[in-house]
Structure formats: structure tokens, C-alpha cells
């Protein structure tokens, strides 16, 4: 059987790869979940029709939103990971030997059951003793916990359900609340060829939270556009520092490394444009946000 | 009618898109060429299927390859582009006030005819009168000129059919011949992500004609993984380096910046591993190359 996959990246486009097999396909009590065996990039978790990660790429997205504000920060003892249910962003934090606590706020326990399952290299971490599951809803428990944690890292789904909450000023107030003194936030924010509105208004909102807000980018070749944008907000360092000695920040990633920290901050003028809200719609059709 | 392209990127990957109308569809002496007009990224170059480029993102691919090369140089004078009939390389060679002659020398005149009637966004430039078109092999053009330029731009198709010469040590070395002192070649090689093995052996190739070869990266949306490698070597200067003050560099661009310019030189670990030759085949079935 020549079985494909297309993900709807905008109306008008499509990204398909071939799948092997099907391994989950269901509906929760919140989004459509599937997890496939492609070809090109390996088992792919898929959340409402819309790819989340790829054994194949993954690195380079999870790498990026932990490391940069771990390092910036240099001595965090509480992450708190709002989303990421595959754990991915949790193994990347854990590989600070600082952080004493993980506290992963994922809003759907069979994202969690179903990628313990079927993916080990991001979902295994989950069971290590710093790591502390808190099913439930991400925005209530940021609510909940003022002045609790070093770093707040926003591994959202796109803003569409219940993750529209997770893209606005009142939750970027909550989390500046619930971060302690010097403390970092960071947020996946879509794509600044597809989504350059939803970054323009994501950028406003943290910089009336926290007075500042920093966006910077990576490429993931399985998210739309293959360009990705992360935006960090801070009460103290300086996100597009790294911190500290070289020799204290984790070795053997395959994307990050301190030089790529400083680079990813250097925004190309299409980018500064779009923070400004001098966008040129360059490309038909917006989607998400 | 609901008309969609598809180019398959890799054999298990397809990037798709939808099609207004189809301006161009033909067979020329070298290569199937077709001009969609698509809704998401407007009018599109497609040479055997394969995306050249299109209007909404060209400026990034055309960009770096030819400012990079051209600010590190400083004081070009007389610039080759080998391929590139759509006019968008030589229109940013043009941005530079200090170069006296852009020769283009593509193998397929009917590229160039084409683009002049549906691209005038790249292919207007060609009228300029310090552009001279050099209609033939771009190879024999490069071993017939010794000594001749300040700069080479391979702005060339996949690594298939004639454009296969454009990726081997003979031409590299052809093009250092070519090159006056001091002089640069940059050539694009394609992804990081998908054509690692390719990249490793053009890395080999260059360093043996030029004794040394400095890659760096782009994104480019509507090219495979969306993340685009490009090949500097030297007769001096460093690629990486703006050269002369930020005064001299072309303003208004869209991508390209001094800044932007030095940050694309700092490669992921996973990136120098692959130029080192020790790449895990993270995705199945590596495309071209």
C-alpha cells in the first residue's frame, strides 16, 4: 500500500511524507492524536493533523528551547514545561546537572501514555526522579504557582483549542508571576515566513508583560516553512547571553552549542520588519494566529 | 479546477502547493521547464520538477549567495554567474556600486527568455548594461578564462544531468584559475539535512583546489528541509568576514545583513560533524547527490 501523510501547513500548502504504518490513531478528550512510522524522518507524532515531531528532526527544536534560557540563566533549580508531553523538552533540561526540579504541565495524559509507548529517545526521561508530571491545565497551574520557578518554557501546540490561552498577555503576565527574581520565560512562536502576524502581536504582548522580549530562530525542517521562532522574555540575564564557562554547559547536542546561541539572536531585516509591524505580506494566506 | 504541484523533495517526501494557473509548460534542449503562477508564494520556477525559485522567498537564496562573497571581497570588480538565468543572483551583484562587469553564463537560453517575460522581479536586471550574457557551458566558460574574475557565483540546478560537472574538484579548480587574486567562488550545495553526503564530498573537493572552504547556511521555505548550504573558498579574504565599513554594504535588503552575514558562518555540531564526514543518517534515503 502506498500510504502518504499531508499536513495542511497553509491552505494552499502541503508538506506529505510516506508512512510505513499507522501505530496510534485516536481522538482524546482534546485533540485528534496519531503516531505514524514514516519513511523519510521515522515515528512522527501528529496532533490535530499537524506534525509536532519527527525522531528525525527533533533535536534541533528541543535543544533550542531549553538551552538557550538555561544557559542564559546559568543556575536554574525549577523548569516548569508548559505542553511537551512527548518529554523531549524535558531530557534537553535535564541535562543540567543545576536543575534539582522539572515540572512538565501537560493538559493531556495520552500524549503523555501514548509517547511513553512509542517514543523512548524524548518520553523516557519522564520517569527520572527530578521530573514531576503535572497533568493539567498549564495556564491555571502558572496561576497557581507564584515565585516558583527559574524558567517557564512554553512547548505549545499551534494556537488553535485550548492552546489559543498559551499566545497572550495575561498568560505572559502569569508566568512573569510566577517566575522567581532573575528568573526566564520562552516561548515557541510559529513560523516568520507563515506567521509573521502572530509573532508581531506575541511580541507586543511579552514586551507589556515583562518590558522586554527577545525572538530568536532555528530551522525544523518538519514545521512549516522549516524556519522556527522562539521568544524569550527575562527579569534579569540577558537571554542572548550564554552564561557562565563553556565547560558548564551540556556537550554532545547536535544543534546547539554557545556559538549558536549568540547567532540564533541575529535577526535577519525581514524579521526585524515584522517585529515592527512593517510586514509585507509575502506570502498569501496566513495561517495559524 | 483544484490544481496542486508537488515536488518530491526526497523519494518519501513531497512539498506541495496550489496552482492558479500554469503560464509556461515545455521541454527545452536541457531540461523540462514549467512557470506556475501559485497562490501561496506567487509566480514559481520549476526546472524537471524541481522548485528554482519563487517570488515570495527568492530574496534569501539570492541574497546570500551573492552578498556574502561580494562584501568579504570588498572591491569587485568583475563578477561570473554560472547558471542563474532568472537575473535574481545578478540582480543583487548589481547592488554593488564598485562591480564593473556581472557576466552571465547559462547553458539554457530559454531560462533566460522565460524569466524575462514572467519574472521581471529578477530577470529586468539583465537589460542592465553592465550584465553581459554568456549563453553556453558554464564549465567551458570558466576554463576558458583564467585570471578573469574577482568573484564566481555557481547558481546552479540539483546535482543532475549537466549541472553534475558544477559539483566536482576539476571544476573547482577550474574556478580558481579563473579567479584574479584575492579573489572568491561561493556555489550552493543544497541541505544540510538532506544531502549531507553531497556536502561532505564538495567540502573535500573544495579544500583540495582551494586549500580551504567555509560553508554556511540560509533558510529558504520552498527549498527541500527548508534549510540551504552554501560553499565559500578563497584566494584571500576570509568569506566570513564583512570587509570595508557598514557604509559601503547595500541597504535594503530583506535577509541579508553584516550581522546576519556572520552569523550564517556559525554551523550546528550536527553540521560539522557532516564536514567532518561523520554524519548519522538521521533521515532515510538521502535525495541527490
Known amino acids: 500500500m502506498d500510504l502518504w501523510f499531508t499536513e495542511k501547513q497553509l491552505p494552499t500548502v502541503g508538506l506529505s511524507c510516506r508512512v510505513v504504518r499507522t501505530l496510534e490513531v485516536r481522538q482524546t478528550a482534546y485533540q485528534h492524536l496519531a503516531v505514524l512510522e514514516t519513511e523519510p524522518w521515522g515515528r512522527m507524532l501528529v496532533l490535530d493533523g499537524m506534525i509536532q515531531l519527527t525522531v528525525a528532526d527533533e533535536f534541533v527544536y528541543h535543544e533550542?528551547?531549553?538551552?538557550?534560557?538555561?544557559?542564559?540563566?546559568?543556575?536554574?533549580?525549577?523548569?516548569?514545561?508548559?505542553?511537551?508531553?512527548?518529554?523531549?523538552?524535558?531530557?534537553?533540561?535535564?541535562?543540567h546537572p543545576e536543575v534539582e526540579e522539572v515540572v512538565l504541565a501537560e493538559i493531556d495524559p495520552e500524549v503523555v501514555e501514548v509517547c511513553q509507548r512509542h517514543f523512548p529517545e524524548t518520553a523516557a526521561c519522564l520517569d527520572d526522579p527530578r521530573v514531576r508530571l503535572a497533568i493539567g491545565d498549564g495556564i491555571a497551574h502558572v496561576a497557581e504557582h507564584p515565585d516558583t520557578y527559574d524558567v517557564i518554557l512554553v512547548d505549545s501546540t499551534e494556537p488553535v483549542g485550548k492552546a489559543v490561552g498559551l499566545f497572550g498577555e495575561s498568560f505572559y503576565a502569569s508566568c512573569?508571576?510566577?517566575?522567581r527574581p532573575g528568573g526566564l520565560m520562552v516561548?515557541?512562536?510559529?513560523?516568520?515566513?507563515?506567521?509573521?502576524?502572530?509573532?508581531?502581536?506575541?511580541?507586543?504582548?511579552?514586551?507589556?508583560?515583562?518590558?522586554?522580549?527577545?525572538?530568536?530562530?532555528?530551522p525544523v525542517p518538519?514545521?512549516?516553512?522549516?524556519?522556527?521562532?522562539?521568544?524569550?522574555?527575562?527579569?534579569?540575564?540577558?537571554?542572548?547571553?550564554?552564561?557562565?564557562?563553556?565547560?558548564?554547559?551540556?556537550?554532545?547536542?547536535?544543534y546547539y552549542s554557545r556559538e549558536v546561541h549568540r547567532a540564533a539572536f541575529v535577526l535577519p531585516?525581514?524579521?526585524?520588519?515584522?517585529?515592527?509591524?512593517?510586514?509585507?505580506?509575502a506570502v498569501t494566506g496566513e495561517g495559524l494566529g
Open 64 to 95: 533550542m528551547l531549553a538551552h538557550v534560557p538555561l544557559v542564559a540563566h546559568g543556575q536554574a533549580r525549577r523548569v516548569l514545561v508548559v505542553g511537551g508531553g512527548d518529554g523531549g523538552t524535558v531530557r534537553e533540561v535535564l541535562r
Open 176 to 179: 512573569r508571576q510566577a517566575l
Open 187 to 218: 516561548a515557541q512562536t510559529e513560523s516568520p515566513f507563515y506567521n509573521p502576524q502572530l509573532i508581531a502581536r506575541c511580541h507586543v504582548a511579552m514586551r507589556q508583560a515583562f518590558g522586554n522580549a527577545r525572538l530568536y530562530l532555528a
Open 222 to 254: 518538519t514545521y512549516p516553512s522549516g524556519l522556527w521562532s522562539f521568544m524569550a522574555a527575562s527579569l534579569g540575564p540577558d537571554p542572548s547571553v550564554p552564561a557562565g564557562e563553556a565547560g558548564g554547559t551540556p556537550s554532545g547536542l547536535r
Open 269 to 281: 531585516p525581514f524579521v526585524h520588519a515584522l517585529l515592527q509591524g512593517e510586514r509585507e505580506p
